[in-house]
T-cell receptor, first 111, second 111 residues
């Protein structure tokens, strides 16, 4: 049984660019959530997907968007990157929203 | 705003001592979970306590929940250097299927 894998592990982008982060869910999980964690802070909920539909969203602007694929893997897309988007982005998968398993995260630096 | 607030923000103790961390939240919850994070990487699920439970144990971990005070505590007994990490409480509140994290407690175990 594989856990949650995220790619890439580190990424450096320039302000104004676009970025796509990827997440492979744990086998048997049908729900994926994304979190943003700024340095020294707790993770903040971005959005959640269940069976390819967004079913919850935190207080993030529309330039944060996502997808969930039929195999339950997921992407997080961020357009028009800002310096404050620099953070650790965490993906978590679960079965029906219970029993979360987190990936190791993608460290995004915007310069 | 984040639902869970942890106390203390930082804790430094000697190896072998017990460590206690507290978490408070604001609204009714379905369950409360504790996570560990090493060096800004992925979150590891430690223990989940449901709203109708008062205490749970897992190895050297003991979690209590007081819904009347909207608070929880995590006790780590006989601490080890490997317990050095940040610890977060996360709540799943009624009517939502997302984790809401506190700011975390940074625990340092001194040899």
């Amino acid at each position: 049984e594989t856990g949650v894998t995220q790619s890439p592990t580190h990424l450096i982008k320039t302000r104004g660019q676009q970025v796509t982060l990827r997440c492979s869910s744990q086998s048997g999980h049908n729900t994926v959530s994304w979190y943003q964690q700024a340095l020294g802070q707790g993770p903040q909920f971005i959005f959640q997907y269940f069976r390819e539909e967004e079913n919850g969203r935190g207080n993030f602007p529309p330039r944060f968007s996502g997808l969930q694929f039929p195999n339950y893997s997921s992407e997080l897309n961020v357009n028009a990157l800002e310096l404050d988007d620099s953070a650790l982005y965490l993906c978590a998968s679960s079965l029906d929203g219970y029993g979360y398993t987190f990936g190791s995260g993608t460290r995004l630096t915007v310069v | 705003s984040q639902q869970g607030e942890e106390d203390p923000q930082a804790l430094s103790i000697q190896e072998g001592e017990n460590a206690t961390m507290n978490c408070s939240y604001k609204t009714s919850i379905n369950n409360l979970q504790w996570y560990r994070q090493n060096s800004g990487r992925g979150l590891v699920h430690l223990i989940l306590i449901r709203s109708n439970e008062r205490e749970k144990h897992s190895g050297r971990l003991r979690v209590t929940l007081d819904t009347s005070k909207k608070s929880s505590s995590l006790l780590i007994t006989a601490s080890r250097a490997a317990d050095t990490a940040s610890y977060f409480c996360a709540t799943v509140f009624q009517g939502a299927q997302k984790l809401v994290f506190g700011q975390g407690t940074r625990l340092t175990i001194n040899p």
